[in-house]
């Protein structure tokens, strides 16, 4: 059996129950909002038959194009259950700054206001039977701390926010014993380092960054 993955909302938008759908007209819009389509496809990560490290891997591939790290819900999708209901699922490159990983994605597909239904109860259907997962930040940081070391990510295509985030956790880990030096490869240490100086030293400056006075400090 395989699986694809969703990040789904946590808040209003998927706490239907059953007896409250009598159609899929009574679907709330909050959920099918949550859907957000784009060019009529719905983006998903392929995590195979959801073993531990496929369902990382597709959490690495999610995540690295955040621009903040925060909890996150996913819900997994019985890919067969997509395909008997009627659904298109074609594998496109995804976005993601995890090398090679772009494969794992997965779009569905030819997607129009009925189809979007229909997505929205099989959601509602695996909300209910509990297949959703809540993969916490710091899961999301050891993740990426991984990708990091076994060379499939660069620390420096990570977004502004993240590499701020994910260095000053990685620091504080460091100061409470929590992590090691020996546990992270030379390089991606030393762009961890950087990162961390950079930040010790920032001012208010809008310029800051291209100032030449900053720079030498």
Not at 34 to 45: A, Q, R
Not at 123 to 151: F, R
Request: net charge positive.
């Amino acid at each position: 059996m395989s699986y694809l993955i969703r990040m789904i909302g946590q808040n209003k938008e998927w706490v239907q129950t059953a007896k409250q759908i009598n159609n899929l007209g009574s679907i709330s819009a909050d959920a099918i909002s949550d859907l957000h389509s784009t060019d009529n496809c719905i983006s998903t990560w392929d995590v195979n038959n959801k073993n531990k490290d496929d369902v990382k891997k597709g959490i690495q591939a999610l995540t690295s194009g955040f621009r903040a790290l925060e909890d996150i819900k996913i819900v997994y999708l019985d890919f067969d259950k997509l395909i008997t209901s009627g659904f298109n699922i074609i594998q496109t490159n995804g976005l993601t700054k995890i090398k090679n990983y772009e494969k794992l994605h997965r779009d569905i597909s030819d997607l129009n206001s009925d189809k979007l239904q229909n997505l929205a109860k099989i959601i509602l259907e695996e909300v209910w039977s509990k297949n959703t997962e809540i993969i916490h930040k710091q899961d999301i940081i050891y993740y990426l701390i991984e990708a990091l070391n076994d060379g499939l990510l660069e620390f420096n295509s990570l977004e502004k926010n993240v590499k701020q985030e994910l260095a000053s956790n990685i620091n504080k880990q460091l100061k409470k014993g929590k992590l090691k030096e020996s546990d992270f490869d030379k390089k991606v240490l030393d762009d961890i380092k950087e990162q961390i100086k950079k930040q010790n030293k920032k001012t208010n400056c809008r310029y800051e960054e291209f100032c030449e006075r900053y720079n030498k400090k």
